[in-house]
């Protein structure tokens, strides 16, 4: 017989509530004041209200007694012919009605942007209409509510043609909502299916159920306090001492992790407060929070959201990482774009990047042939321009994954010690001047990039067979591409101008790709991506690679991805998609490994690639 297998860990999850939310994520989708109509917290009560109200309806012997009188109606229209000429006759009039009623309403707001000819004929059509009173006049507003309400609840199909016939006479109608507002509105409906549960626990009981006896679950905490959009009902604390309680209920199968926003450790010296010993050893305080949940408690790992408004390199984080590193403890990162992001305005400081520069006189290609040039002094470069200005748009400027080379590579890392006002940063990683290598550095830091980058990212990469860049997984299997140093040179001539070719041009799946096969201890999970059956044939390919089969984790992004699929489902494609050897490898395998603080010999010593 053989040895039963480890459990399956899902490690990326979610349980948090409504009330962890902050009320304004409409916020730049929609204009002020209109955002301030469609609060969260409004949205989450009246939900609330509704599952515990008129939701419990249906179970009530009273609806299935009416439930059994309208099944009955309905057969008997559907039965007899003449009735059910009727209820279409009716279904045609209400239609035709309801039509002219939004046509007049939106005329006297917006001239119709139809040409004059259709304009007339619809004029023609109506008055012949009139004429046989199929369109009669209606002054009161409560009977024109009264027709609409008919349509929308007895005859959807209705309601479908008459939105398709106005958006030839206004055709701003086929923008609204558009498809950014769309994926909030499910983003809204998402949370407010889940928020009937007042408590986490009860959220990870509805996870728990998709899967077999014995499976663990890493469960990710927001703090969205710092995004711009309002304050959530409860604070971050209260959010984590309830995975707290759940984990002493739970303690093999609930791994939760604490939420680091640099903006949250500046605000509050208890958050992460320490001291730095002889050996540059981060020493937490008595009272410092993360401590408490990751050491006291035993929290598994550390989650940041960049997009929420912060670089993952802030000076605030470098002492976190370090301490994280020495212990062992996982960092994971959110790394893909969404509907989550900062909510105010772009900062002076975020239009140019802190580390990365760009040259100013071309030395590579967009498609990422190397030129031969000596190499360049300061002079020839400026800071990275970051152009982008909608809030959607330059979330990019966080999230993206060449932002961690600045914690991995001991060179740009030194710099931003160096730059740091705090001495017990410098400290900590033995920090002697700009060009000695410190005494410690991150190489050995563990983490994992939420998400892949994405999977219109995994896409961009299949797409890309003329790019240099991204062929570097297929030319250097065992290293991918280069990020600081010519790919062809044996001198390993450095290139300063690099960074900006793969920021701008590299698809986000070679660059995770390459950090992974560079960095022992960096790993990737497909949360999310999963529930698109197109990822499947690049994840088996990845698989294959034996720098990356041992650094992908099986993560589903319950239950933000609910939109798309449950979480069973998603189980049941992957498992049926994957080899029972490669599925065990991304869901019992790897993610044990990636949890366990013991898995890589903990040392900070400086290790240059």
């Not at 009320?23 to 949205?43: I, Q």
């Not at 299935?64 to 007899?80: D, G, I, N, Q, T």
């Not at 939109?563 to 994957?578: P, Q, R, T, V």
Request: proline share 6%; hydrophobic share 40%; charged share 25%.
């Amino acid at each position: 017989m053989s040895e039963p297998k480890s459990p399956i860990i899902n490690c990326h999850t979610h349980v948090f509530t409504g009330d962890h939310v902050p009320p304004w994520l409409a916020k730049t989708f929609l204009p002020w004041p209109f955002y301030r109509l469609l609060p969260l917290s409004g949205v989450v009560k009246l939900l609330r209200w509704w599952y515990n109200n008129p939701g419990r309806v249906p179970y009530t012997n009273q609806y299935k007694k009416f439930e059994r009188w309208l099944y009955r109606v309905r057969m008997v229209l559907a039965r007899s012919f003449v009735l059910s000429l009727l209820k279409n006759l009716l279904g045609i009039f209400l239609t035709i009605n309801v039509f002219f009623f939004a046509y007049d309403w939106l005329s006297s707001l917006i001239k119709p942007a139809s040409s004059a000819v259709e304009t007339g004929i619809l004029s023609q059509v109506r008055q012949w209409l009139e004429s046989f009173e199929v369109v009669i006049t209606v002054s009161s507003a409560f009977v024109k509510i009264l027709f609409f309400l008919l349509l929308m609840i007895f005859f959807k199909s209705g309601r479908n043609l008459i939105f398709f016939v106005l958006k030839r006479f206004w055709k701003f109608l086929g923008l609204l909502p558009g498809k950014q507002t769309m994926a909030l509105l499910k983003r809204y409906l998402l949370i407010g299916r889940f928020s009937r549960y007042e408590g986490q626990a009860k959220i990870f009981e509805k996870l728990q159920r998709q899967y077999p006896p014995g499976s663990g679950f890493v469960v990710l905490p927001m703090d969205m306090e710092y995004m711009d959009a309002g304050a959530p009902a409860h604070e971050l604390q209260s959010q984590m001492d309830e995975l707290a309680a759940i984990k002493r209920k739970n303690p093999k199968t609930f791994f939760p992790f604490v939420f680091a926003d640099p903006r949250r450790i500046k605000a509050d010296r208890r958050y992460f407060d320490y001291t730095v010993g002889e050996n540059g050893e981060i020493i937490p305080a008595d009272d410092c929070l993360i401590k408490k949940w990751l050491e006291d408690q035993h929290f598994s790992g550390i989650k940041i959201y960049p997009a929420l408004g912060y670089y993952p390199f802030d000076e605030a984080l470098l002492a976190l990482w370090k301490y994280a590193a020495d212990k062992g403890f996982p960092i994971l990162t959110h790394c893909i774009r969404g509907t989550i992001f900062y909510r105010g305005r772009k900062k002076k400081e975020w239009d140019e990047h802190p580390v990365f520069k760009q040259s100013t006189k071309a030395d590579t290609d967009r498609d990422g042939d190397e030129q031969d040039n000596e190499e360049p002094d300061d002079e020839q470069f400026d800071q990275l321009l970051l152009p982008e200005r909608k809030n959607i748009d330059f979330q990019v400027i966080f999230t993206h994954p060449l932002n961690y080379l600045c914690l991995l590579d001991e060179t740009l890392l030194r710099k931003l010690v160096g730059r740091s006002t705090d001495e017990r940063i410098k400290k900590a990683f033995g920090y002697t001047d700009a060009r000695t290598p410190m005494k410690h550095n991150l190489h050995h830091l563990k983490l994992c990039f939420g998400h892949f980058g994405g999977d219109d990212e995994w896409e961009r990469f299949m797409e890309r067979d003329r790019d240099n860049y991204s062929s570097q997984l297929f030319k250097a299997p065992s290293r991918g591409v280069e990020f600081l140093y010519n790919d062809n040179s044996p001198q390993k001539k450095r290139r300063p101008g690099k960074p900006e070719q793969i920021w701008k041009f590299v698809d986000w799946y070679t660059i995770i790709c390459s950090l992974m096969l560079q960095h022992p201890n960096v790993y990737a999970d497909i949360s999310y991506i999963l529930y698109k059956p197109g990822i499947l044939p690049l994840l088996k390919l990845t698989l294959q690679n034996p720098g990356l089969r041992e650094k992908v984790l099986y993560g589903s992004d319950f239950y933000v991805v609910r939109n798309h699929k449950s979480d069973k489902e998603m189980l049941a494609n992957i498992m049926a998609g994957l080899s029972e050897e490669e599925f065990d490898l991304i869901a019992r395998g790897n993610p044990k490994k990636f949890l366990d603080p013991k898995t890589y010999p903990s040392t900070s010593q400086s290790m240059n690639t």
